[in-house]
């Protein structure tokens, strides 16, 4: 079984400060890591994604994760953040058998202080 | 640009109504997914479909039904409509391309349903 630990439901970030949402996930094959982000009113948008390979990935909007086996995490990240950023945040696993099912974290609303 | 389209976005209804939420893509993609999400959580995979005539229940358990006729449609029915069900529903789908580990799941906007 996979699972998806999203530390901190609510983040606040000053506008041009570093943007730092943390994601751990627990899954006994290796696994495949996403990141989505949903704005209000709207569907999930993929930001990046691991599969294999490097393990630092960069996404659209500036943001990048890196996949730490050693600490089962894949913490997202941006350097300066948007005011356009500001939304909810899900990180989601799935094994890499082929199959797409994912599990996803409950989500970090991020806020951006002007 | 994604192409994924669920109506309606907003649905309001009493006890016992039978309803049915809609989800078309336009992208041809063979599998197709629902998923559950209330306020301040995760979101739940209720039901999925790899291709025409194919559908499967999720890890969350639902009193809801799926039909896959046609590539294209994927639409999800309550028989008998309680206010347990208020929630949104999320629409997906996704294609496995040849050479590639995974595909992203592209989804709808979504169907926030309220039952009075």
């Known amino acids: 079984a996979q699972s998806v630990t999203q530390l901190g439901s609510h983040v606040s970030v000053s506008e041009g400060a570093l943007v730092l949402l943390r994601c751990n996930y627990s899954s006994s094959v290796p696994p495949y890591l996403f990141w989505y982000v949903q704005y209000p009113n709207q569907g999930l948008q993929l930001l990046l994604k691991?599969?294999?390979?490097?393990?630092l990935v960069k996404g659209i909007n500036g943001f990048e994760a890196e996949f730490k086996k050693s600490e089962t995490s894949f913490h997202l990240t941006k350097p300066s953040a948007h005011m356009s950023d500001a939304a909810e945040y899900f990180c989601a696993v799935s094994d890499n058998f082929g199959n797409e099912k994912l599990t996803f974290g409950t989500g970090t609303r991020l806020t951006i202080i002007p | 640009e994604a192409d994924i389209y669920q109506t309606p976005r907003y649905l309001v209804i009493g006890t016992g109504k039978k309803i049915t939420l809609e989800c078309s893509q336009t992208m041809g993609h063979d599998k197709m997914y629902w998923y559950q999400q209330d306020p301040g959580m995760e979101l739940h995979l209720i039901h999925y479909s790899y291709g025409v005539n194919s559908t499967e229940k999720g890890d969350l358990s639902s009193e809801s039904t799926v039909s896959r006729i046609r590539t294209e449609h994927f639409p999800l029915t309550l028989e008998s409509a309680r206010p347990s069900h208020t929630s949104q529903y999320l629409c997906?789908?996704?294609?496995?391309?040849?050479?590639?580990?995974?595909?992203?799941?592209?989804f709808g906007p979504g169907t926030r349903l309220t039952v009075l």
């Open positions: 691991y599969t294999t390979g490097a393990t």
């Open positions: 997906a789908s996704s294609e496995r391309l040849r050479g590639r580990d995974s595909d992203e799941q592209f």
